[in-house]
């Protein structure tokens, strides 16, 4: 994860896995195993990325406490405050995307991913948690994302001459 990061330097971070109830983000290590990573330790994570990073998504069960940890530096987080389903952690990624990519700002979008759930009569739709930083703008748009990448862009392209 680090290394892909470092590499593609995004500005929407998804996760799409187990969390447990006791707070932690569940990875795999170097060998394949299940590796339990704190709420402490993803903030640090992402409080080196934040100068890129505008949006992370915790697509797991019991993700909430995580994303508290990590709105301390990233300005909007999506966290799930109890257990979800597979299906209903579909449907919301479809919603929330569909409406980004249409130009939504990620406040609207992500209502867009809780109506999906409950047209799709999936009673899940109050589980995922919107948590936005005291310096969050409220109208982050997927155009807004693209002109601040291709001034990350160009920035590092001045860099390398």
Sequence with gaps: MVQALHDVKPQIVHFSGHGTTSGEICLENGTGEIHPVTAEALASLFELVAETVNCVIL?????????????????????????????????????????????????DSFKFGLVEMRLLNISEHLTPELIKSNKAKSNLTSSDINKKSKKRENSLHQYKK
């Design 59 to 107: 697509n797991a069960c019991y993700s909430e406490y995580q994303a508290e940890a990590i709105s301390i530096h990233i300005d909007y987080v999506i966290g799930m405050n109890r257990a979800i389903g597979d299906q209903a952690a579909i449907a919301f990624s479809t919603g929330f995307y569909r409406a980004l990519g249409a130009g939504c700002n990620i406040s």
